[in-house]
């Protein structure tokens, strides 16, 4: 009797982690749904558009930036 109350515990949970999962696989094969939702999670915590742009914008020099680094052997 215990074991079926377990599986109808966990079984929500199998479930929501199964959906991440494939979210996260489908993400690798476009990775513009990544970026769809880091701006979701930006909007969802109030932040305006002009600071995500901003953000990301970011994110992308500094990727630049240590690229750069890498191809010219600097470490620190």
């Known amino acids: 009797m215990s ?3 377990g599986q109808l515990k966990s079984e929500p949970f199998k479930l929501w982690l199964a ?3 494939k ?3 489908d993400e690798v ?6 970026v769809n939702r880091a701006v979701d ?3 969802t915590k109030g932040y305006n558009d002009k ?3 901003a ?3 970011g994110v992308v020099d500094r990727r630049k930036l240590t690229d750069v680094w890498k191809e010219n052997c600097i470490k620190k």
């Open 3 to 5: 074991e079926k109350i």
């Open 29 to 34: 094969f476009n990775p513009k749904l990544v």
């Open 19 to 21: 959906k991440m999962g």
């Open 41 to 43: 999670y930006y909007r």
């Open 51 to 53: 600071w995500i742009k």
């Open 55 to 57: 953000k990301l914008t």
């Open 23 to 25: 979210e996260r696989i």
